[in-house]
């Protein structure tokens, strides 16, 4: 059975701190779920780490969706998160569209949206018709040509604005908020204030869970990776080497072997010669 909105609620409750990671496609999904990480996000970060782009503003909602049908077919016990895409929730008919592909076309259980006050009629509609919502505050990367690639919430007033805007979100019924580069006092200050879980990046250690981009925890994403993520394996380098490997016996023709090859009596062949 599938992780759902409410255990992850639960895990806030009973003081368990909750792991989240992204993931694009089935078979890292599979990981996940067998490693028991409780939540998936199929995140617009995809634009960057997938497919190439210098940021996430020019993935389509086409993008999620395929993506995210993907990673809900590897997997069958986490919580499937999608982000909706930049300005495919500029009204909350919009959001509710974009929505329905990802539930319905996808199967995942949730979407997330970015940003505070102006999305709080959206995050209330969704959640109105059965939709479940994760927020998203702090640096949000939909909007980083208008507040840059820094972190937020520094300032009193920033920090009362960030406050403010969490407690709108939980109030219009979101399931959880991410804090993106957020100091970790102020993401703590949250954290206490809210009933919903939080879940950080880069916004400290006392969030209620934790959220990284598969790339950069698996060291897959060379030195693009931010400061606050953490490798927990080199990857990367592993298929480099393997790669090499490959290449290097297919030259020297060591590979593939016998073993490795279909055998065939020499009395056929033969005969198919003749
Ligand atoms: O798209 C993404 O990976 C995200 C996380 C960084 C929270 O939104
Ligand atoms: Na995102």
Not at 17 to 23: E, G, Q
Not at 237 to 249: Q, S
Request: charge should be negative; aromatic fraction near 4%; include cysteine.
């Amino acid at each position: 059975m599938r992780t759902t909105i409410r255990d992850i609620q639960k895990m806030k409750r009973d003081g368990v701190a909750i792991p989240m990671i992204t993931a694009y496609e089935y078979t890292a999904a599979q990981l996940v779920d067998r490693a028991g990480i409780p939540m998936i996000l199929v995140g617009d970060s995809m634009g960057m780490v997938v497919h190439g782009h210098p940021s996430t503003l020019p993935v389509t909602l086409d993008d999620i969706v395929r993506h995210a049908a993907s990673v809900v077919r590897g997997s069958t016990q986490a919580l499937v998160v999608a982000d909706l895409p930049f300005l495919t929730y500029a009204t909350p008919e919009h959001a509710v569209a974009a929505a329905q592909r990802l539930m319905q076309q996808a199967g995942v259980q949730a979407v997330k949206l970015e940003g505070g006050a102006p999305i709080v009629s959206a995050v209330r509609r969704l959640t109105e018709l059965g939709v479940p919502v994760m927020g998203h505050l702090g640096y949000t990367p939909q909007s980083e040509n208008q507040i840059g690639i820094r972190v937020q919430g520094k300032q009193a007033d920033e920090a009362a604005t960030l406050i403010a805007d969490a407690l709108a979100l939980q109030e219009a019924g979101a399931f959880a908020i991410v804090l993106e580069l957020v100091p970790a006092a102020l993401a703590e200050a949250v954290t206490q204030r809210l009933e919903i879980p939080t879940i950080g990046i880069g916004a400290g250690v006392h969030c209620d869970g934790q959220v990284q981009v598969w790339h950069d925890l698996l060291g897959l994403y060379g030195d693009k990776s931010p400061r606050h993520a953490k490798r927990y394996a080199e990857i990367g380098a592993a298929i480099e080497t393997a790669l090499k490997d490959y290449a290097g016996e297919v030259a020297e023709r060591s590979f593939p072997t016998a073993a490795n090859s279909a055998k065939m009596e020499p009395e056929a062949l033969n005969a198919a010669l003749a």
